[in-house]
T-cell receptor
Framework: RKEVEQDPGPFNVPEGATVAFNCTYS??????FFWYRQDCRKEPKLLMS???SGNEDGRFTAQLNRASQYISLLIRDSKLSDSATYLC????????????FGAGTRLFVKA | DTAVSQTPKYLVTQMGNDKSIKCEQN?????MYWYKQDSKKFLKIMFS???????INETVPNRFSPKSPDKAHLNLHINSLELGDSAVYFC????????????FGQGTRLTVV
């Protein structure tokens, strides 16, 4: 089982739709969690950190479920500019520090 | 004003050559990384340095040698380049090890022919 798993997609949604991505992680020692966004042929950029109590940033909501070991990202009112790959990132300390990136979920928002 | 800058942006070279990629960050961060993103877009950490000391060395061929002359720089030297080394290499930095989010450079697209 991979340490961090995401549905690769692609998710094809119309503008204005609500879309949700999940990411599961295997190591319960995982400490911090992030969602990154990567546009085609660009570097990954932090979208938002994921806090235990859940957090929202405009149209984006992130949730963490430690019991089930998954994090989620909800995008409301999708825009064309949301089209990108969304990477789930997990930091863990298990005899040493590790940062694991998920393989990413591709989102296409269409007019 | 670029926070993490790496050069060159593109690198095309022949098999067997030796090449270097440079990275600098002006964020005052303690930790720097090298990542490799292959053709399947999977991003994997190669090395991590904290305060100029090597912290993580994932299973990377010893043809790859990072060098950190100071906290703001982490260069990557690659000897005897192979076709399979073709990928995008990203440098990144974070405030500290383990918790903080990482800031990435624009990437170096390496093509070995």
């Amino acid at each position: 089982r991979k340490e961090v798993e995401q549905d690769p997609g692609p998710f094809n949604v119309p503008e204005g739709a609500t879309v949700a991505f999940n990411c599961t992680y295997s190591n319960s020692a995982s400490q911090s969690f992030f969602w990154y966004r990567q546009d085609c042929r660009k570097e990954p950029k932090l979208l938002m950190s994921v806090y235990s109590s859940g957090n929202e940033d405009g149209r984006f909501t992130a949730q963490l479920n430690r019991a089930s070991q998954y994090i989620s990202l909800l995008i409301r009112d999708s825009k064309l500019s949301d089209s990108a790959t969304y990477l789930c990132v997990v930091n863990m300390v298990t005899g040493g520090f590790k940062t694991i990136f998920g393989a990413g979920t591709r989102l296409f928002v269409k007019a | 004003d670029t926070a993490v800058s790496q050069t060159p942006k593109y690198l095309v070279t022949q098999m067997g050559n030796d090449k270097s990629i440079k990275c600098e960050q002006n964020l005052g961060h303690d930790t720097m990384y090298w990542y490799k993103q292959d053709s399947k877009k999977f991003l994997k950490i190669m090395f991590s340095y904290n305060n100029k000391e090597l912290i993580i060395n994932e299973t990377v061929p010893n043809r790859f040698s990072p060098k950190s002359p100071d906290k703001a720089h982490l260069n990557l030297h690659i000897n005897s380049l192979e076709l399979g080394d073709s990928a995008v290499y990203f440098c990144a930095s974070s405030q500290d090890l383990g918790r903080a989010e990482a800031f990435f450079g624009q990437g170096t697209r390496l093509t070995v022919v």
